[in-house]
């Protein structure tokens, strides 16, 4: 059954209730997981063609950013082109690379939407999956971080529906592995959505010429995709080496035999992890709606149409889990999420008829709506949003003036050395900048000539004691304000001569 225009601008309505929730921040917080290392590519990759990371100039080859700031190797680099292309229309800054990432998902929320309707027939279903999907906070998370894991998902699981569909033919096969190869070139968690599709189309009901003929065609394109990459890698193949296969080859290389051979281990870690966050209620929601789902398949309801979604369902979870073994990256939930929203959007769907024979079905469309909503908004950063719409005016809620403060305190032309929190705000203001890391599989700041140290609460705890020679010059903002910015700005004592850098 196909969506009507009120059905359309209903899913408008709450993708722009989410919008206005979550963008106003995106200018104003931080930098948070690995935003340092992905926020800026695709700033450069509008500036010199590659992406490349300016303020990480390491040249030890036992560090996975070896040179990264010639070429960046240590992901796929689709998702830094799509940054770069909202970067050529918003401007720099961490915000529009952010932005990247929420386009991204909700191009997601839409294909869940259509897949929820088309294997259900139901569009109140579709708008409930979608809505499920789109408040939780494994979309939250990926959506809004500028990481190139939504990039990844939203490809996926667009590999997902091209092949899902009842009449599929062969062009469907095709554009799956075009979306599925697209989906790697971001990240490697595409890899999840390629081989599950994969398996759907050996496990289907056609003849078994014709799904060895579709599983081929899929994954010959899904590599040619993949293989986009082949012309970067040419320019550096041993920068190449180094950085992708340290940052993914030689962690993942033996990894799913370990992964299985510690399995129970494995799955503990993971739910746990998993569980912590998205927390109980919404972690509840996705077991009753899979399990909801696995009754009406052992029950012979719809049975080809439900056995496909809790095939994908649980597919995605299982395949998930043997591809990240011990990796504690959650963003990477995002993907199974979305599938699982689907049986939780069918079982709501489900629930709202039944209630509707009570008091109406529009009555009980906005009930169960409503408690979906209300189930989802914990942890879903309204303090957060809060805390900021009270203090919007209050440049310690605000990165750019916050950073412009320390910049003024500091000789022009000075070297510093920012946190992951700071370093990239330096660089957009010009500022000559490295990123203060002490870590041998990243990079190694002790060994550059830096005159000045940029700390917030996560480098003042991680890094701060790794370097020595350091005085505290000043402080800015409420180390005790836990929505608030804080920072330490350190002069650099030259330990061999006892020179000061004079400010």
């Not at 995106?26 to 340092?36: L, M, P, S, V």
């Not at 240590?74 to 915000?95: I, M, N, S, W």
């Amino acid at each position: 059954m196909p969506m009507t225009r009120s059905d359309r601008l209903w899913l408008a309505l709450i993708m722009v209730i989410v919008l206005a929730w979550q963008v106003p921040l995106f200018g104003r917080t931080k930098a948070g997981q690995d935003e340092n290392f992905y926020g800026v590519p695709g700033m450069m990759i509008l500036r010199t063609g590659l992406p490349q990371i300016p303020y990480i100039p390491s040249r030890d080859p036992e560090t996975i950013y070896y040179h990264s700031d010639e070429v960046l190797y240590t992901l796929p680099p689709l998702g830094f082109y799509l940054e770069a292309a909202v970067h050529l229309v918003l401007g720099d800054g961490l915000g529009p690379a952010r932005m990247a990432s929420m386009i991204a998902g909700l191009v997601a929320v839409l294909i869940v939407c259509d897949l929820a309707r088309r294997w259900s027939g139901s569009r109140r279903a579709a708008l409930l999956a979608a809505a499920s999907y789109l408040f939780s906070r494994a979309f939250l998370f990926p959506a809004t971080t500028a990481r190139p894991d939504m990039a990844a998902i939203a490809f996926g699981l667009g590999a997902v529906w091209s092949v899902s569909r009842d009449d599929r033919r062969w062009r469907d096969v095709v554009l799956g592995g075009a979306l599925a190869g697209l989906s790697m070139l971001c990240h490697p968690l595409g890899l999840v959505p390629t081989a599950q599709v994969g398996l759907a189309l050996l496990v289907g009901n056609r003849c078994w010429k014709r799904k060895l003929g579709e599983a081929t065609a899929y994954s010959v394109v899904a590599l040619a995709a993949f293989g986009l990459w082949l012309p970067m890698i040419a320019l550096h193949p041993e920068l190449f080496r180094i950085q992708f296969g340290g940052n993914v080859l030689d962690r993942a290389g033996p990894g799913l035999g370990e992964t299985i051979l510690a399995l129970p281990g494995v799955v503990a870690f993971q739910s746990w992890n998993a569980f912590d966050h998205v927390g109980p209620i919404q972690g509840g929601l996705y077991g009753l709606g899979t399990l909801w789902l696995m009754r009406e398949v052992g029950r012979g309801a719809d049975r080809g149409r439900l056995r496909r979604v809790l095939f994908h369902a649980v597919a995605a979870v299982v395949l998930l889990v043997l591809v990240m073994g011990r990796h504690h990256i959650r963003n990477y939930y995002g993907y199974p999420a979305a599938l699982l929203s689907v049986p939780v959007g069918l079982m709501l769907d489900r629930l709202a008829s039944r209630l509707g024979a009570k008091v109406g079905s529009t009555r009980a469309t906005a009930i169960v709506a409503a408690a979906l909503v209300l189930a989802m908004v914990p942890g879903s950063g309204l303090r957060v949003l809060g805390a900021h719409l009270r203090h919007w005016d209050d440049p310690n809620y605000r990165v750019g003036p916050f950073v412009d403060r320390i910049a003024a305190d500091l000789p022009p032309g000075a070297l510093v050395a920012a946190d992951g929190s700071y370093v990239l705000e330096f660089f957009l203001r010009d500022r000559p900048v490295v990123e203060a890391i002490v870590d041998p599989f990243y990079y190694n700041v002790r060994l550059e000539p830096f005159e000045y140290a940029v700390f917030g609460p996560i480098g003042l705890e991680q890094i701060r004691p790794e370097i020595e020679g350091l005085e505290l010059v000043r402080t800015y903002g409420d180390r005790d304000d836990p929505f608030g910015l804080y920072a330490e700005l350190y002069r650099r004592v030259r330990a061999d001569s006892g020179e000061r850098s004079e400010l």
